[in-house]
């Protein structure tokens, strides 16, 4: 059953050693997530599973990536390696992580979790509704207390200098976005649009259903933690519980 999840911002430049000089800038958002992903580990979760977009698949504990690709030697592992001897099936995946699940490992890293076991989720970014909802059913029912911290941003498209350019519809999907994550409004986050979400870049829109899904009875609450579009893209921060 699903008792807690902390929703964050995915971007890179979270990383202050990838952000370099405008690390500050985001500052406001590393303190909020901090702030999630306390309330994370208050909840006392038995199994605790990172999601974001990334293509698809399961990446065990011990996981690694790194942020090679934005000119940075810095590496991270998802979780604690599994023990020597562990059955088949629980070895690290040999793909790295993807990015948004190593901003993750990143933001993991830096609460030193070991409040629980940690598992990944990469989803299609194109993936439709009722897949990522029965696969947050799926997550979910894993454990007696499941936690889940979920990656992923709103629109890329808030202004002509953002990665996607200025599109007029980007600000009402992000409050729309940044309401239903707010409150905890499950069935808002599974009627958002995909089509739209995939043409505004809004790389959270599948795994926020893949929370609803999950969320689905298990009657939490949710709270705004911080919102905020540099760069022209909308980094959300929001606790349910």
Known sequence: MLVAAAVCPCPPLLVPEVATGAAPELDAARAACADALGLLAA???DRLYVV???GGGVFPAGSTGSFDGFGVDLSVRLGEAPAEGAPEGEAAAERPLPAGLAVGAWLLGRADWADAPVEGLAVDERAAVGELAAAGR???ASAERVALLVMGDGSACRTVKAPGYLDERAAGFDAEAARAL???DVPALLALD???AYE????GRAPWQVLAGAAEDAGLEGRLLHEDAPYGVEYIVAAWS
């Open 43 to 45: 909840a006392r979760p």
């Open 52 to 54: 974001g977009a990334g």
């Open 138 to 140: 799926g997550l979910a």
């Open 182 to 184: 707010g409150t905890a």
């Open 194 to 196: 995909a089509e739209l």
């Open 200 to 203: 505004l870049k809004a790389a």
